[in-house]
């Protein structure tokens, strides 16, 4: 594959991933077809951007940089989760808040076990989520 072809995959996989965001990721019984942008707005967001400023790079002749709006994309898809990590346990207040968020987590498992049926939207983020990086780590070391 040529450089122009892969231009052209990271082009469409960054703008369906950017798409994607919108599309149903699962049906809840109460709530209905959610997507990533109505639980994460913020994140989703900040995904849609790093997508389409990446083949701002490329039109600028930066392919080497590519790189970084995916690594960022990431940064941001992971966010709760680092941020999760990083947080620390100390003093009464922490451990009060460390405790209602067990409470929240262990609704939210139980919500997210009552899923009534995972959308196709969620396959095709997914697919496009996986597509877009190989795209461009291709691009980035080529």
């Known amino acids: 594959m040529n450089n122009k072809q892969l231009d052209v995959w990271v082009y469409l996989t960054g703008i369906l991933v950017a798409f994607s965001v919108w599309l149903p990721l699962a049906s809840l019984p109460v709530i209905g077809e959610v997507s990533y942008h109505l639980i994460a707005e913020r994140e989703a967001n900040i995904v849609i951007a790093f997508c389409l400023l990446t083949p701002l790079f490329l039109l600028l002749g930066k392919s080497r940089l590519v790189i970084l709006p995916l690594t960022c994309m990431w940064i941001a898809l992971l966010f709760p989760a680092i941020e ?20 929240m987590q262990e609704f939210s498992a139980d919500l997210f076990m009552n899923v009534a049926e995972f959308s196709w939207g969620g396959y095709v983020f997914l697919a496009a989520l996986v597509g877009f990086t190989i795209t461009c780590v291709l691009r980035a070391f080529r």
Do not use: H, M
């Open 84 to 103: 999760q990590f990083i947080k620390s346990d100390e003093g009464f207040l922490s451990q009060a808040t460390g405790q209602v968020n067990r409470i």
